[in-house]
């Protein structure tokens, strides 16, 4: 089993950066696909990207990429995510998760961080 935390988030003006981070306890993490969710009020919770076991693959929701980068350290058993150029529509609640496989499904992650709050205004 694995409990995810995650922190990093605050209010920022648009075009700065955050960097989001959750930190899993127990020694599996390396065996888990480790993904970015983001829910904004009103809306459903919508995927926003991936990092594979290996850290060798990514993938990125198109309105976020060239803007945001996933990345792990397995030895801190954290998973990053660098958001630069932020925009007022990236205002949400950002979750991280874990899954067993490659997925932009939130019904094939089995574990999830509590959320953790990004407002950007213009």
């Known amino acids: 089993q694995v409990q995810l935390v995650g922190s990093g988030g605050g209010s920022v003006q648009a075009g700065d950066s955050l960097r989001l981070s959750c930190a899993a306890s127990?020694?599996?993490?390396?065996?888990?696909?480790m993904g970015w969710f983001r829910q904004a009020p009103g809306k459903e919770r919508e995927f926003v990207t991936y990092?594979?076991?290996?850290?060798?693959?990514?993938y990125y929701v198109d309105s976020v990429k060239g803007r945001f980068t996933i990345s792990r350290d397995d030895a801190k058993n954290t998973v990053y995510l660098q958001m630069n150029s932020l925009k007022p529509e990236d205002t949400a609640v950002y979750y991280c998760?874990?899954?067993?496989?490659?997925?932009?499904?939130?019904?094939?992650?089995?574990?999830w961080g509590q959320g953790t709050q990004v407002t950007v205004s213009s």
């Open positions: 998760a874990a899954s067993s496989r490659p997925s932009i499904s939130t019904r094939n992650y089995d574990y």
């Open positions: 127990g020694r599996t993490f390396s065996s888990y696909v």
């Open positions: 990092i594979t076991r290996s850290g060798a693959n990514t």
